[in-house]
């Protein structure tokens, strides 16, 4: 591409850059011995420029949050629940993005997500519609607590490796080993105690929320990972975060419909009556099955 050298007489200045630009030429040497004029300059067009890319990155964030906010909304309603209660958890979710964004830190982890790409993103806004609908139904209503549950779908894959096939990572979640998969896999093994440790650093994260992100892998009667913990050893909040979890897991492993809805619960219906988990269970029970 064109370019041009000044030299130490010429006076370089930001109306003949400007000139330059205009013809075509999109390269400047610059030697060393030229006064600091034109470096202001410079820096000036880079800073404008980097602001720039931020705006519409940022611009382009809160868009796909919307997008994906509509589509996970759109999948619950074609199960048949209660629009009244999707809307619930909707502004729940609205909300709390809107909290999330309006932190310098959060709003870059929650584009660090965003950057893994619509599916996976996807999966964090339904399970987060899931866990909000839950609280409401068993009528736990903090802010708080809609606040972490909120915090946890997003943040709970921060290191969750990548797969060719997200779909296909989605799809089989439910079925894995955990003993298989340490060997196997121990990436992905560890990432919820990994995601978990580095929350819990974050001042803008409430400390219990790395507590619900560090078991979102574990499963009643110690079936899950990465510590195979019972349903007595996880949280009350925890155990809402992991039926909605995994429930969403069987949704895409199954199906976003009526004989999907039917399969996942026949799944769940065996074990999750496990410690904490009952009482949640029961209350998802009641959202499909009124």
């Known amino acids: ?10 006076k370089v200045t930001p109306k003949i850059i400007h000139q330059f630009t205009e013809k075509g030429l999109s390269k400047f040497y610059i030697l060393s011995t030229i006064k600091s004029e034109f470096y202001d300059y410079f820096l000036d067009i880079l800073k404008d420029k980097k602001y720039k890319n931020n705006s519409n990155l940022e611009a382009s964030n809160l868009a796909l949050q919307q997008q994906v906010l509509g589509m996970a909304f759109e999948k619950i309603k074609e199960l048949g629940v209660d629009e009244k209660l999707i ?3 909707k502004k729940n979710i609205e909300a709390n993005l809107e909290t999330i964004n309006s932190s310098k830190t959060l709003k870059k982890l929650l584009s660090k997500i965003i950057g893994k790409g619509e599916l996976e ?10 866990a909000q609908m839950i609280l409401k139904q068993i009528e736990w209503r ?23 096939d997200v779909a296909f990572k989605l799809e089989s979640m439910g079925e894995f080993d955990p003993k298989k998969l340490k060997i196997s896999n121990p990436d992905f093994y560890n990432h919820p105690a990994k995601a978990a440790d580095f929350v819990n650093q974050l001042k ?28 007595t050893r996880i949280s009350p909040l925890g ?4 039926i909605a979890h995994f429930f969403c897991l069987q949704l895409y492993k199954n199906g976003w419909n009526s004989q999907g ?13 496990d410690g904490n988990y009952e009482k949640p269970f029961i209350a998802l029970c009641e959202i499909f099955y009124k």
């Open 204 to 231: 803008d994260i409430p400390p219990d929320t790395a507590q619900i992100i560090a078991n979102h892998h574990e499963l009643p009667k110690a079936q899950g990972f990465p510590k195979q913990l019972f349903g």
């Open 261 to 273: 809805l039917e399969k996942s619960f026949k799944v769940m219906r065996k074990d999750f009556k």
């Open 1 to 10: 591409s064109p370019s041009i050298t000044f030299s130490t007489e010429t």
């Open 239 to 242: 155990c809402i975060f992991n």
């Open 142 to 164: 903090s802010h708080d607590t809609q606040y972490k549950l909120s915090l946890a779908a997003f943040f709970h894959d921060l290191f969750s490796p990548e797969f060719d």
């Open 121 to 130: 993103f996807e999966h964090s806004m339904a399970t987060g519609f899931l």
């Open 87 to 89: 809307e619930v958890a």
